[in-house]
């Protein structure tokens, strides 16, 4: 299929989201996410992460202080702040060349966030936990990214109809509080309150969410979908992501959440020439 079009405005240019796919690189300063917990928590140790992935091609760097993985604790606001200001502050001083985003839920995190240079807020939660961080993103004026995780969705509905109707919710809210329509990106949380075969439903169809009328960002690296199907532990679940980003590409994904950066870009990369052509004459 070929790319639906986007334009996303924010300070220092906007994002273009098109038939070029972006790679945000995952940078957890947590010491218990599922597959990088504890390997980037300090400050030296990110920021060297993140120029690591800056150079292998990531255009966004998206800095998170809270793990998701199932099981994990909840982390307190103040615990939060100190584990992604003092990375933020120092990723503002290292001269990086890409766009920071914020992962959080947390309005005042994403606050203290943009204030220390992030660009993006991405909030797991849609903004349907803490809904004042859509009235923080309107008040900065930048873009934001809305994950579908609904733990209370009817399984015995159809996931799409079902994942439609709850990110329509998350539209809402943030139309409300003053974002722009067009700074607005979804994400479909997979792995999040889905089961294993709706993970691959999810892939299978995810074309249909464009009728939502929004960009799309794909978060599947080193994911449990992964790890069952190929009985593999986290760091050895590159080849099945890379399957998963380049499916999801042809489905028209727009940008594309990964551990790997090299690995994805190469692949992702392919699939556009496939798709579009390769750039000039290569033979």
């Known amino acids: 299929m070929s790319h639906l079009i986007y334009d996303v405005p924010m300070d220092g240019g906007p994002l273009k989201l098109g038939r070029d796919p972006l790679v945000m690189g995952i940078l957890n300063v947590t010491p218990d996410s599922f597959s990088d917990g504890g390997d ?28 998701t993985r199932p ?9 939060e702040l100190d584990r992604v200001m003092p990375v933020l502050d120092a990723l503002a001083e290292s001269g990086l060349g ?17 204030q220390a240079g992030a660009k993006i807020i991405n909030d ?13 993103a309107a008040h900065h004026d930048v873009p934001v990214i809305a994950m579908h995780w609904d733990t209370e969705r009817d399984a015995e509905k159809d996931i799409i109809d079902e994942m439609k109707r709850w ?9 409300k ?7 607005i990106i979804l994400d479909p949380g997979f792995g999040f309150a889905k089961t294993f075969t709706e993970n691959y439903i999810l892939l299978n169809r995810l074309d249909e969410l464009h009728a939502l009328g929004f ?20 760091k050895a679940r590159v080849s099945g992501t890379i399957a998963t980003s380049v499916l999801a590409y042809l489905k028209g994904g727009h940008i594309f959440r990964v551990h790997d950066v090299r690995a994805n870009r190469d692949a992702l990369r392919v699939a556009h020439a496939a798709l579009y052509g390769p750039p000039g004459d290569t033979a």
């Open 40 to 67: 980037h928590n300090g400050v030296a140790a990110a920021v060297a992460q993140a120029q690591a992935m800056a150079t292998e091609g990531a255009d966004i760097i998206d800095v998170g202080g809270e793990s």
């Open 98 to 114: 890409c766009t920071v985003s914020i992962d959080t839920y947390k309005a005042l995190v994403a606050d203290q966030a943009i």
């Open 177 to 183: 509080a003053g974002v722009a329509r067009e700074k």
């Open 215 to 234: 960009p799309l960002l794909i978060g599947t690296s080193r994911k449990s979908m992964i790890g069952k199907l190929l009985d593999v532990e986290p």
């Open 167 to 175: 990110l329509e919710t998350s539209i809402n809210i943030a139309l």
């Open 71 to 79: 099981g994990s604790q909840a982390v307190g606001v103040q615990d």
């Open 124 to 136: 797991v939660q849609g903004f349907q936990r803490d809904p004042e961080i859509a009235d923080v």
